[in-house]
């Protein structure tokens, strides 16, 4: 069965540091992955998505994430946080079989400090 | 388009209560599935449909029941309330297959007392 695991339930940056939330998943084969932010009180909204071709992935608002298959990892960046950041962030890997299936990672809250 | 839309936004039940959580979409979406949101847990499944008609079970689907029978509605059910389904639940759509993304409503909160 597929997981994924989130290292660090809170991250805390300060404005105009680089934002770096961990995503570890666990899969037979290489999955689809997907990142989503969810703001207070709001449903989730994708930042980015990975499903075959370049590893390197470029989101909204600034946001980024390399699929190191090796490390099974897709960790999610922005060089420079800004307050509107703030925010959950969740990692979620869907498999192959076609029915678009989300597992999802634990989530990451993230701070920014004036 | 309105996206994706969930009532009640909150709702408060006593434990054995029955309830249906409702879920709407106008973007002609195949795809409709249903999550809840636990502290510390992520998201988790509960059903999903891949077209009117068709449902199945995700991770946690005990104690719910879904039907599809148009492609726009997908309610959830809650047959009797238990504490144990206090929780945000939300509905997400999606257009055909695998990699697509998923669109997510705003969400229900639900106490259950």
């Known amino acids: 069965a597929q997981s994924v695991t989130q290292l660090g339930s809170h991250v805390s940056v300060s404005e105009g540091a680089l934002v770096l939330l961990r995503c570890n998943y666990s899969?037979?084969?290489?999955?689809?992955l997907f990142w989503y932010v969810q703001y207070p009180n709001q449903g989730l909204q994708l930042l980015l998505k990975?499903?075959?071709?370049?590893?390197l992935v470029k989101g909204i608002n600034g946001f980024e994430a390399e699929f190191k298959k090796s490390e099974t990892s897709f960790h999610l960046t922005k060089p420079s946080a800004h307050m509107s950041d703030a925010a959950e962030y969740f990692c979620?890997?869907?498999?192959?079989?076609?029915?678009?299936?989300?597992?999802f990672g634990q989530g990451t809250r993230l701070t920014i400090n004036p | 388009n309105a996206g994706v839309t969930q009532t009640p936004k909150f709702q408060v039940l006593k434990t054995g209560q029955s309830m249906t959580l409702q879920c709407a979409q106008d973007?002609?979406?195949?795809?409709m599935s249903w999550y809840r949101q636990d502290p510390g847990m992520g998201l988790r499944l509960i059903h999903y449909?891949?077209?009117?008609?068709?449902?199945d079970q995700g991770e946690v689907p005990n104690g719910y029941n879904v039907s599809r029978s148009t492609t726009e509605d997908f309610p959830l059910r809650l047959l009797s309330a238990a504490p144990s389904q206090t929780s945000v639940y939300f509905c997400?759509?999606?257009?055909?297959?695998?990699?697509?993304?998923?669109?997510f409503g705003p969400g229900t909160r639900l106490t259950v007392l």
């Open positions: 979620a890997v869907s498999d192959l079989t076609g029915a678009q299936k989300l597992v």
């Open positions: 997400a759509s999606s257009y055909g297959l695998g990699n697509n993304e998923q669109f």
């Open positions: 973007m002609n979406h195949e795809y």
């Open positions: 990975y499903t075959t071709g370049a590893t």
């Open positions: 449909s891949v077209g009117a008609g068709i449902t």
């Open positions: 899969s037979s084969v290489p999955p689809y």
